[in-house]
Every structure is written in C-alpha cells, then in structure tokens.
C-alpha cells in the first residue's frame, strides 16, 4: 500500500489528509504535528479576544479521532526534526522523547508559517505576545483578566493588528495601534479606503500611531512603555503583529524556494523534487491578478491547495486554477472586501494602471430603512483593460459581491465587458443603476 506522510494538521493539512482519507481507501496516511491541537481558526483567535463568541470550541473542525476513525496514523505534539529527501525518510520525535523514523512514497509539506519576530530590544520582556496560535490566544485572554493590563500596544496594522485593536477596546482597554507606514491595511486596499477603516478605529477610541517605528520595549522584567522614533506608550502587553513568514526550515536546502523562502511549487502544489509537495502558508501560489506565481497566505488558498496536492500525490492530476487573494475584515460593522491588486500595487509593478470609483447607496432612495452606502473601487490595466483588482466597503453585507470581481480577474475579463453585465434587479436588494455597472461605465 502507498504511503503519503503529512507533516502538519492545520487548514492546508486537514483539507489534504481528508481528500484522502475520503477518496482514496488504498493509501496509507501518516500524519505528523508538532501541536496538540488540529484546525484551528486562526481567524476567530480577536472575536474570542473581544468576547464576541463565549469561547474558542467552535474554533475547531476536525480533531485526530476524526482522522484516526478514517483511518490514519496521527502522531500530534510530534516534531519532525529532518527528512531523509534521498532514501525517502521522515525522522520526527515526541514531546516524551520517543523517536521515529517513517519511510513514505509522497510527501506532503503543509507546515504553515511563522510570526516574522522583529529585532526590537525588549521583546523578550513579560507579557510581549504573539497571537497565532491557539495557545497564544488562550495566553492573552488570560492575561487580560488581570486589573494591572489596563493599556495594550498593538505593534502592525494589517488584518490581524487592526482585529486584535477591536477586540482589545472591546474588553475595555486603552488601545495604541503602530505601523511604520502611514495608514492601516496597506497590503489591501488604496489609502482612500483604509483612511475609511482609521476613521472607524479613531471614532471607537483607539490610538492610531502611524509611520512610527517601534525601536524598544522596556518594563523591568514586565512590559511597560513602548518607544518609537517618534514617541513613546504605556503599555502593559505589547502584541507584535507585524507579519508572518513561510515555515520551510525542513526543506530549505533541499527544495526549491521562492523569494521570500516559500516552496517553489507548480499548479500540482509539486516542488521540484517530484515526490515532494508543499501546500498552504508554506508554498507559493499562482495569482491571476498578475498572472505570476506569488505568496499570498489566506485560509481559503491553503485549503483549495491541500484538496489539489491530495489528487496529485494520489495520482488524480489535477491543476490549481490560481487564486486572487480575496479577502474581507469587519470592525465595528465597517465592512472591507478586496480581491486582485490595489491601484498603489499595480503601479508599483509597473501597470499601466487606472482606477474607476463611484459611491451609491445599496438600494434605491425611497427604501428608508437598513439602506447603507457602498463605496467601490476598480482597478484594470488601460493597455489591455483587464480586471486587476477591486474594492468595497459599506456597513451593509457586500461580502458576496467581491466574489463577482474575483472570478472577473481569474478569466481575465476587461472592465468594458462588466459595463453590460447581466445584474439583477429588485428594491429589495439593489438599484437598477448597480454600482458595478456605474462605477465600470466611468472607466476611461
């Protein structure tokens, strides 16, 4: 019987380890984690943090019984130390020292990422977190029942510092957000949209402390200040949320890497030793906005990549169809989607790149109650006028629509082609002069 080994069980993992276990009953799966706990939803850690769901159960869905009841070996709290890429070895050993040795025929690399620690003097003191983990944010929480954290440093501004700033204000702390750029969210939306997100967070009491860099953290044996080259805060837990890093230490010098250390890995998640794959956080994806490959770590890419290297190491050849990093975050009912490349982005790669914005309630005027206004944003390449991003914001629910813009610039569809756009109609939902039709009729 084939044997595929697994190294690590969180969103990418589980997603491969499943595929398998469901659709191919003639492979055997070995499975290898390093933690005690399997899937969990990194995503929910600030909605527990700020007490918006009672606790982190629901923060799990699959655990190693359910693995084990399919049929795999699963060996958690079990650190893979090195592999044997040659003869085909994995060599791991268990919190209670025992080793083992496992030989397998397909390998598959799903071990995530790792919090980037800045070079920061202090970081080591007493209550300077980092919150990844589900241990992590169990820690925090913790924490925060004590009177003496009344202040809370949050030091970067992306998707997670500006979820941990919400639900840190929303137990009732003072809250100072950092960054070393001039707003927040940078990586996904224009500054005419994220200034909309610093209004949001300003108006809810928290500090925005933008283009400031964090160069010390001092506390005698606790945290107390945090000095920037600008200023300095009390603070009396410091979370460093300045980003993450792919996890590739087992194969680094083995495999090859992307740019930024990521597993180079094909459509097939296949690395370039062909028994070898490589999924979620750890590996590059195909991005269809730039039609090249990338790093673009999200959940819903480690997922589709786990269910595409399963066919393959199966022998089902299957290919990724790319992705477009589409994302969303809601704070305080300010909702934010984005999918493809902001304007700034497109520039910067050197796109001959324009912009089309139109701004419109959600539905027509005489509709009085629950009719929000939505703000969007489309950005296209004037050469070719293809889709190469878009964003939304709106205290109404636009969630859904951003998977129109998503599936727009996987086939490369041009912004004339969205002008005559077949769109539904009803009071109820919309106006007939849709805001995707208007803001694409003022393309240039």
């Not at 700020?50 to 799990?60: E, H, M």
């Not at 949050?154 to 137990?171: Q, W």
């Not at 945290?223 to 805060?233: A, W």
């Not at 039609?291 to 066919?311: E, P």
Request: charged residues 25%; contains cysteine; negative net charge.
């Amino acid at each position: 019987m084939e044997r595929i080994v697994v190294i690590g069980a969180n969103h990418a993992g589980t997603a491969a380890i499943n595929t398998i276990l469901d659709n191919y009953k003639d492979k055997e799966v070995v499975i290898f984690d390093s933690n005690n706990n399997i899937s969990f939803l990194g995503c929910g850690m600030a909605l527990w943090i700020g007490n918006q769901i009672s606790s982190a159960d629901g923060l799990f869905y699959c655990s190693k019984e359910i693995f084990e009841q399919k049929g795999a070996r699963v060996y958690m709290e079990t650190k893979v130390e090195s592999i044997d890429y040659d003869n085909k070895i994995v060599r791991a050993q268990g919190k209670d020292g025992q080793t083992y040795e496992q030989v397998y025929d397909k390998l598959i690399l799903a071990t995530g990422s790792l919090p980037i620690s800045p070079n920061i003097e202090g970081k080591e003191l007493e209550n300077v977190q980092f919150v990844k983990l589900y241990q992590n944010a169990k820690d925090v929480i913790d924490k925060l029942h004590q009177d003496s954290i009344q202040d809370v440093a949050v030091v970067g501004a992306g998707y997670i510092g500006v979820e941990l700033a919400e639900a840190f204000r929303r137990v009732g702390k003072n809250v100072t957000l950092i960054d070393n750029v001039n707003t927040c969210l940078s990586g996904y939306y224009d500054q005419e949209f994220s200034d909309i997100m610093s209004k949001n967070l300003e108006d809810h009491g928290i500090r925005l402390a933008y283009g400031e860099t964090v160069t010390k953290i001092e506390g005698n044996g606790r945290v107390e200040k945090v000095i920037t080259d600008k200023h300095e805060y009390k603070a009396d837990m410091v979370i460093l949320g300045v980003g993450f890093k792919p996890n590739s230490c087992l194969g680094k010098d083995r495999l090859e890497l992307f740019e930024n250390g990521a597993y180079l890995v094909d459509k097939r998640q296949q690395t370039s030793n062909p028994d070898v794959y490589a999924i979620g956080d750890c590996a590059t994806v195909f991005d269809n906005s730039i039609q090249k490959t990338s790093y673009i770590a999200l959940a819903t890419n480690a997922v589709r990549s786990g269910i595409v290297a399963a066919h393959n190491a199966c022998g089902t050849s299957i290919e990724s169809i790319g992705v477009q990093g589409s994302n969303g975050i809601c704070i305080w009912n300010l909702k934010m989607v984005s999918t493809g490349i902001t304007y700034t982005k497109a520039k910067a790669l050197g796109y001959d790149a324009a912009v089309t914005d139109y701004e419109d309630t959600q539905k027509p005027a005489f509709i009085e109650h629950d009719n929000y206004k939505v703000k969007i944003r489309i950005v296209y390449d004037k050469t070719t006028r293809v889709i190469l991003g878009a964003q939304m914001c709106s205290e109404y629910d636009i969630s859904m629509a951003i998977h129109l813009f998503s599936l727009a610039i996987q086939e490369q569809v041009t912004i004339d082609r969205l002008k005559l756009t077949d769109i539904l109609f009803l009071p109820h939902f919309n106006k007939p002069y849709n805001y995707f039709t208007m803001a694409a009729l003022g393309a240039e």
